[in-house]
């Protein structure tokens, strides 16, 4: 009788976990609608009650209210009294307009990567991609001609990017090289912290036409301007040569075997015998265990998936990868808690 007690207990205790794992998208997406509605931005400027919120915002006090509640009992926000709401530490990292920010990227995932992700069992069942099968689109033609997804997508990767940044530049030694192209580069926030640690160093970031407005935009707020070129282009049809090294961040993982190759191919083709390919990436361990960098792993590998059917790699899926596309891996650095950068020279 104790013995099934004791059991049943942990059973209680395990179902509320599970529970609370089955339905924890409800903070995902309660996050994105106070992302969207700015709400960080006008409780920044002092607490304010839900009808001040609800007229800022034009939404359903009552509403609204339900929201903000919620959000209050996962630290975004605190409800100060009845119906006055305040900032807290963290929801002040949905502000707008700051470096600190992670807003876009609690729009993209709550827009773009949310429906993605309610088609992951197409994905498992196939090993495609979601977003191909319910928008038609491959690859990153979803921001093609679609300049506010592109904006979003591409300031979202400036949030996760400004968080390797530092660490990866201060893995990796950049100063021997005189020009650093960044390829699929984005807006550019890891060339940007390159340039700015090493002062000789000149950048061109390789990118589709999406980039390139907000690109050169960030280099001139930064005073990087006269250091810096855009040079629009598809790295299936070609890579520019000159570089003294081609760093690609968070870029392999997009693609299957076969995209990769191609894409390294055409690095291969570009490099000088004395350049340096490098690869900024997340490397899977064998064995994943209950751990939270695990687990981040996890959600980024699964969103490759679905959004891309491609996905993260270990280091032998690298080292063959690389090896297949003629190059030879010559180190591997370990910068922060998931990323690394794996250095490689033409074979
Ligand atoms: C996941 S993002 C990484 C951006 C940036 N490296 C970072 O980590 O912040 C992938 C980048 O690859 C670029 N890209 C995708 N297809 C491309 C192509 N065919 N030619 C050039 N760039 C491409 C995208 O536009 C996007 O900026």
Redesign the pocket.
């Known amino acids: 009788m104790g013995i099934n007690r004791e059991t049943s207990a942990n059973n209680l205790s395990l179902k509320y976990k599970l529970l609370d794992l089955v339905t924890s998208s409800w903070k995902s997406q309660a996050i994105y609608v106070a992302a969207e509605l700015k709400i960080a931005d006008y409780l920044l400027e002092a607490p304010k009650t839900t009808d001040e919120l609800a007229e800022k915002t034009g939404t359903h006090a009552r509403a609204l209210k339900r929201l903000l509640s919620g959000l209050s009992s996962i630290e975004v926000f605190r409800q100060v009294d009845d119906d006055l709401f305040e900032i807290t530490p963290m929801g002040k990292l949905l502000c707008s307009d700051s470096n600190e920010s992670l807003r876009s990227w609690a729009l993209w995932w709550g827009t773009n990567l949310w429906q993605t992700w309610g088609n992951l069992l197409y994905s498992v069942q196939t090993g495609e991609s979601a977003r191909k099968l319910i928008s038609g689109k491959d690859?990153?033609d979803h921001?093609k001609g679609n300049s506010e997804a592109a904006e979003i997508f591409?300031n979202a990767?400036?949030e996760?990017?400004r968080l390797a940044a530092e660490s990866i530049v201060n893995a990796y030694n950049f100063s021997e090289f005189d020009t650093v192209m960044?390829?699929?580069?984005?807006?550019g926030?890891?060339l940007i912290t390159i340039l700015d640690k090493n002062l000789n160093c000149k950048g061109i970031l390789?990118?589709?036409p999406?980039?390139k407005v907000g690109a050169k935009k960030r280099f001139k707020q930064a005073g990087l301007k006269h250091r810096f070129e855009f040079e629009e282009?598809?790295?299936?049809d070609s890579v520019p040569p000159g570089a003294d090294a081609y760093i690609?961040?968070?870029?392999i993982h997009?693609w299957n075997d076969e995209d990769s190759r191609s894409i390294l191919e055409n690095c291969r083709k570009a490099i000088k015998p004395d350049s340096r390919l490098l690869l900024?990436e997340q490397i899977l361990p064998d064995k994943f265990d209950v751990l939270s960098n695990h687990q981040s792993l996890a959600r980024s590998d699964l969103t490759m998936l679905a959004a891309l059917g491609a996905g993260e790699r270990t280091e032998a899926e690298f080292k063959a990868l690389l090896k297949s596309s003629g190059f030879s891996v010559t180190k591997i650095v370990s910068a922060g808690p998931t990323f690394s950068v794996i250095e490689a020279e033409p074979a």
């Open positions: 690859g990153f921001l591409n990767l400036v996760l990017t960044d390829v699929g580069g984005g807006y926030e890891l390789f990118d589709l999406h980039a282009g598809d790295f299936f690609l961040k968070s870029v997009d900024a």
